[in-house]
């Protein structure tokens, strides 16, 4: 069975630190892997989008990386603000599921000032 | 602006109620999910749908039911047979065969 599981389930960090998100996934080939934002009671929003075939991807503050020997994927958080307060889906897409979405259960990170 | 909508962004319901959850897009988008999420725990999809007047379960459909008469519109029935209904509800859409995935700002139901 495809799975994703993300650890920590929770992450309490101070204002301007960095910090880092990871993302184990059991079965492979993939397409592509991605992470999600997700603020409380809102819908999640694309953080960054990886194919097999790359390894790191930045969006701002936000970097992704990707080691497909492995099977992990981490979301680095430089400088963190406080509205970085959110919480962190792994999502990927496996070729034996038809392209369908498998969730990873989330981190939730705190930021605090 | 494009986007998808879903409403309400909450909704209450009392035991033995259907109820039906909104969810628009003006993305042109072909494809639509309806997806569920406990706290602590991942999304978990009910159903999709890829084309207009085709619709297929997924992981966890018991207790609802979904239409797709429009392209733009997937509306989701909470029926009175799903026995835990409280849940935050996601739909988002997607062009078939393609990366991206757009998400709604969700639907709260709570069964009081």
């Known amino acids: 069975k495809n799975q994703v599981e993300q650890s920590p389930q929770s992450l309490i960090i101070l204002e301007g630190k960095n910090c880092t998100l990871q993302?184990?996934?059991?079965?492979?080939?993939?397409?592509?892997l991605r992470w999600y934002k997700q603020d409380t009671g809102r819908g999640p929003v694309s953080l960054t989008i990886m194919t097999f075939s790359e390894n790191t991807k930045s969006n701002g503050r936000y970097t992704a990386t990707l080691d497909a020997d492995t099977k992990q994927s981490s979301l680095h958080i430089t400088a963190s603000q406080l509205s970085d307060s959110a919480s962190y889906i792994c999502?990927?897409?496996?070729?034996?599921?038809?392209?369908?979405?498998?969730f990873g259960g989330g981190t939730r990170l705190m930021v605090k000032p | 602006d494009g986007g998808i909508t879903q409403s309400p962004k909450y909704l209450f319901r009392k035991e033995g109620q259907n109820v039906t959850l909104s969810c628009e897009q003006n993305?042109?988008?072909?494809?639509m999910y309806w997806y569920r999420q406990d706290p602590g725990q991942g999304l978990r999809l009910i159903y999709y749908?890829?084309?207009?007047?085709?619709?297929q379960k997924g992981d966890i459909a018991e207790g609802y039911s979904v239409s797709r008469e429009k392209k733009e519109s997937f509306p989701l029935t909470v029926t009175s047979a799903q026995k835990n209904p409280t849940a935050f509800y996601l739909c988002?859409?997607?062009?078939?065969?393609?990366?991206?995935?757009?998400f709604g700002s969700g639907t709260r139901l709570t069964v009081v």
């Open positions: 749908s890829q084309i207009v007047n085709d619709f």
């Open positions: 993305l042109n988008h072909d494809a």
């Open positions: 993302c184990n996934y059991t079965v492979s080939p993939f397409s592509n």
């Open positions: 999502v990927v897409t496996f070729y034996n599921a038809g392209n369908m979405l498998t």
């Open positions: 988002a859409s997607s062009i078939r065969g393609k990366y991206g995935y757009t």
